[in-house]
């Protein structure tokens, strides 16, 4: 069974910082792409970051440099490292692992950044 666990959200001030983990179970995790997404309340999701299991990563255009994925493939974990938190950067952020198009995803942790 694919478990995808995320963790590390929180409440922050603006231009505070945070790490996300999401740690994956049930997977052979080198072979799934990671992808950290997020969702606000009446939005649809977007994309944050994603990494391969060979670490070639991309951001989405907000992200501006102020975001950071890695993972590690022997912990079976990937983190989003988060500086500069602006108040539109609040939303739910949740993990999904892809491989040969079969998608899993995580229940999320809640980012809240105020002004």
């Known amino acids: 069974q694919v478990r995808l666990v995320e963790s590390g959200g929180g409440l922050v001030q603006a231009g505070g910082s945070l790490r996300l983990s999401c740690v994956a179970s049930g997977l052979n995790f080198r072979l799934h792409t990671m992808t950290w997404y997020r969702q606000a309340p009446g939005k649809e999701r977007e994309f944050v970051a994603s990494i391969t299991g060979n670490h070639s990563r991309d951001y989405g255009d907000f992200v501006k440099d102020r975001f950071t994925i890695t993972r590690d493939n022997v912990r079976n974990t990937v983190w989003l490292q988060m500086n500069s938190l602006k108040p539109e950067d609040t939303a739910v952020y949740f993990c999904?692992?892809?491989?040969?198009?079969?998608?899993?995803r995580g229940q999320g942790t809640q980012v809240t950044a105020s002004s």
């Open positions: 999904t692992a892809k491989w040969r198009g079969r998608e899993y």
